[in-house]
């Protein structure tokens, strides 16, 4: 055998070309998604605050900027911690592949925390508010495709119908609207008065109607799609082993704060509005669990 052929030998790469079995994706990864929603929601809602209300909103500035910094970093840590190449991230902005969406993504993540940032010191050391609500308007469209581009990652999972763009699109927005409000209500104390905060309730109540009525949908029309569909939502049917769980999370995360939300505005409670604002964040976290567990349970072959 030739020298640079025994070279060429040594130095092969194994490339692993079958199925993974088991959960490829676990908690690290509904941790990110949910911090990620509450990080981007909260900077929609900050928007839509300062020009409903802008002599209340802007209170808001700083700690709202604070908090979208915190969760956005806890997006991306967990993101990191769920690679299985940590120390190898660099590779995405020095080898970038364009067609990837964690590649793509991570480029508009440090942008966006780039942009987080300079709202910090616009808003906390030169306190310039016009340069502020300028700003802002940037940071709310990057936003979208912040809070979007998990959608496109997981759709790009072959075999797994569940996953569809569209619809994981939709939710994704949703998930942000819900929590941006949930945290907001929570947040901004005496900050708001009533009416703003019954308008994060009107927010907070579409949002969870509409997720539930996207969630809903793929439990009754999504096996008659694909037979896949079909086998993944028997974990969540009967006696499937996510059954309680995902049913946990629709009644906590959407049904029982749509509820609330009516019964606040009929008494026109704040502590009702702020128990409802609680129990969306606890449920998305369930809600987005089952959805990304169920998936990675039905066996490739």
Request: charged share 10%; no cysteine; proline share 4%.
């Amino acid at each position: 055998m030739a020298a640079h052929e025994i070279l060429a030998a040594t130095n092969a790469v194994v490339t692993l070309d079958v199925a993974l079995p088991g959960i490829v994706w676990p908690w690290l990864v509904t941790v990110n998604m949910w911090a990620k929603s509450i990080g981007t929601g909260v900077i929609f809602m900050l928007f839509m605050l300062l020009r409903l209300y802008p002599e209340q909103a802007g209170k808001l500035r700083f700690p709202t900027t604070v908090v979208s910094i915190i969760f956005i970093h806890i997006f991306l840590l967990f993101t990191l911690a769920d690679l299985h190449q940590p120390f190898r991230m660099w590779h995405i902005f020095f080898y970038p592949h364009v067609t990837s969406a964690i590649t793509v993504g991570a480029w508009m993540a440090t942008a966006f925390v780039g942009l987080l940032f300079l709202l910090a010191f616009l808003s906390f050391i030169k306190k310039d508010d016009a340069a502020f609500d300028k700003t802002l308007t940037w940071v709310t469209i990057l936003a979208i495709p912040v809070t979007l581009y998990t959608a496109a990652l997981m759709s790009q999972s072959t075999a797994r119908e569940l996953w569809q763009m569209p619809t994981e699109s939709a939710q994704m927005i949703f998930a942000a609207l819900l929590s941006g409000s949930a945290f907001m209500i929570l947040m901004s104390g005496s900050k708001l008065n009533y009416e703003a905060k019954k308008t994060l309730g009107v927010v907070l109540g579409l949002s969870a109607f509409m997720s539930f009525v996207l969630y809903m949908s793929e439990y009754i029309f999504g096996p008659m799609k694909a037979e896949e569909i079909a086998a993944v939502l028997e974990y969540i049917k009967g006696d499937g082993p996510y059954t309680v769980m995902f049913w946990l999370g629709q009644w906590t995360a959407y049904l029982l704060p749509m509820l609330l939300i009516v019964l606040s505005r009929a008494s026109k409670s704040e502590s009702i509005l702020k128990l409802a604002a609680i129990l969306a964040l606890a449920g998305l976290w369930l809600v987005k669990h089952v959805w990304l567990m169920i998936p990675q349970l039905l066996p490739m072959s």
